[in-house]
C-alpha cells in the first residue's frame, strides 16, 4: 500500500513510478490511498475484507488516519508530525484490534523508528526476494556468495534481465548489513 497519495507531484511522481513498477512487475498488488481525498480506500476496504491484517511502518505514515477512515465512529488517536523533525511521533502506544463490519480483523499497531533484519540468515533473506526463488540451487558453487562467482544463477539472471539491478543492489545492502551486525 502506498498513502498519502495526495502528496505526489510532478517533482516525485517519476520516480516514485519508477520504483513501484518494480513491485508490480512482481505481482504484488499495490493499493494508492489517501485519506485528504479519499482515493483507493474503497479498494483497500475490500482487500482487507475477510483478513487480519497488520497495519505496520514507521510513525507519521497515516496507519491511525488509515483505520479511522476505515472504520468511521472508532476512538482512535491521530498526531500530527513532528513540526521541529517533520517526522511522526508515536501516537499509537499499544497495538489494538479492530473487528470490520464485513468481515476482517485489523491491528493498528505502534509505529517503528529503526527496521532491521539482522535476524534472518542470508538463505532466508535470499528467499525473500520472490524473483530470486526460480534461480536460487542452481549457482556453480553450493556456497555461492551471489557477487562475483563464475556461474552464479542469480548474476546470470541479474545479466539477463530477470532481475533487475536496483533488487539486487537491495539484496546487496541487506545482506551486507546482516554481517556486520552479526560480527558483534
Not at 65 to 94: A, F, M, N, W
Request: with cysteine.
Amino acid at each position: 500500500m502506498l498513502n498519502k497519495c495526495d502528496l505526489i507531484d510532478e517533482t516525485n511522481q517519476a520516480d516514485l513510478n519508477e520504483l513501484l513498477k518494480t513491485y508490480e512487475d512482481l505481482n504484488y498488488n499495490i493499493i494508492r490511498t489517501s485519506i485528504k481525498n479519499q482515493a483507493g480506500m474503497e479498494a483497500l476496504y475490500n482487500f482487507l475484507q475477510d483478513k487480519t491484517s497488520v497495519f505496520v511502518g514507521q510513525s507519521g505514515v497515516g496507519k491511525s488516519s488509515l483505520i479511522g477512515t476505515l472504520l468511521p465512529g472508532i476512538d482512535i488517536s491521530v498526531g500530527e508530525l513532528s513540526q521541529k523533525r517533520k517526522k511522526g511521533v508515536h501516537t499509537t502506544t499499544t497495538a489494538r484490534l479492530f473487528h470490520m463490519p464485513k468481515g476482517g480483523d485489523l491491528i493498528d499497531s505502534p509505529g517503528i523508528r529503526e527496521f532491521g533484519l539482522w535476524h534472518i540468515s542470508e538463505d532466508e533473506l535470499l528467499n525473500g526476494f520472490i524473483e530470486f526463488r526460480p534461480h536460487i540451487g542452481y549457482c556453480r558453487f553450493r556456497d555461492c556468495a551471489h557477487e562475483k562467482e563464475p556461474g552464479c544463477a542469480i548474476l546470470d539472471a541479474l545479466e539477463k534481465g530477470e532481475i533487475t539491478e536496483h533488487r539486487f543492489q537491495s539484496f546487496l545492502r541487506i545482506k551486507h548489513s546482516i554481517r556486520e551486525n552479526q560480527a558483534f
